[in-house]
């Protein structure tokens, strides 16, 4: 065949599916991809191995995208963003009910990377390898760009974390299994066939932050290299362990994607982008730290943000990250940019010079953020309001760390 015609593309001759069986296929990647955000941003806060928890947040963000890309292509095929909703529901669901339910991290890690993304991998490959390339090739090329992130999850996992705990990983492929695959074509099976269910009732994320063995932690926010008064180089590494407490602003971010389910999809990827954000910007402070020949774990962890913030609604929670905390740092002199010119003009330190042009960047985001889903979405309009649920967290705040010791205003 001459590799030039058809714009490149083979098997014109196929007769593949119909728009009818595109859409219910679709809908299925959708309703998936939105579970593993869901899922993983559940998960997040109750995720004690550092580096998984960091990929966590990347992935959760990733697959937020990827709903996304499945919503545009439906309304391309004459289907409806209700088409996702409904493939959610069901055994489909309580695939996603088992997984959350998993017991440490190796269950979630042996689930997610054994079970999960591997049947959704096979899922969009047979999409392919059933449609008509020509005629559906919008859904192909989604796919091809779907598979490069689901690839990299998947090598991820291969590092440890998909071969351990063979039962549950038996139990939970028996659920996806019932429920027809991901894209539920080899169709639904019998309930009574399956495993005693582990899921009871409503799940709700940890209330507390986990850290793995490597780690000690603490309650109040103890910078080990104070205030950086001393001297240059002291102030710099507290800049950079402070960056690297941002995990905490992460997990927050996932709590509050999880609870928060009257948010529409944008408001979702707004949530999805700013946890990863987060997750970034405290691996900023933990490279940062090795250049220097300090290991992370060497390190307090600080950990009470949990205790501060988890109590409160997820509207309230995300008020004081984006409004108490993240719109106050944009005043200038100081701030984020006062942060960036700091690094670049007293230190002169390039690297970090770049990770605080980079968090000046993400933090503008965040703001924009708070105000399109606290403001606009959900005080209607109200800044005042807005801004006096902000101020109340701050005073919260600094009466939940006077129970251990007076902790001064700012940061998160």
Known sequence: MNDRKYAGIREVERIGMSVTECVRRIARFGAFAEMLMRVQAGRMNETADWDFKAM?????????????????RLLELRGHEVDIARAGEGKLGDFAAELLASRGDDEFAAGLYGVALPGYRAALLRYCDETNLLVDAPSVRAIRI??????????????????????WRAHLQAYLDAAGGVDGVQGERPSFDLPEPRSEGEFAPAQAFARDARFRTSVPKVNPYGDGAEDVRTALLAKMWVRTQEMTAAELCASVLYEWREL???????????????????????????VEGI??????????????????????????????????????????????????????????????????ADEVNHVKFGRDWLIGFFFGGDRAKAQAVADETVKDRLAFYAQSRPEPDGGY
């Open 295 to 360: 290991a992370l774990e060497s390190l307090p962890s600080w950990v009470g943000y949990a205790g501060h913030t988890m109590p409160f609604s997820p509207q309230k929670r995300y008020a004081h990250l984006a409004i108490a905390t993240e719109a106050a740092m944009m005043k200038h002199p100081g701030g984020k940019r006062g942060e960036w010119e700091w690094c670049r003009d007293k230190v002169g330190h390039a690297l970090m010079t770049t990770f605080q042009d980079f968090d000046w």
């Open 264 to 290: 529409p999809y944008e408001g979702c990827l707004a949530l999805a982008r700013h946890c990863w954000d987060e997750v970034r910007h405290s691996l900023f402070g933990q490279a940062a730290l090795e």
């Open 146 to 167: 779907a598979l490069l992130d689901v690839d990299e999850h998947l090598q991820f996992g291969a590092v440890g974390c998909a071969d351990g705990v063979p039962e």
């Open 56 to 72: 966590l947040g990347r992935q959760l963000w990733e697959s937020a995208v990827q709903w996304g890309v499945w919503r545009e």
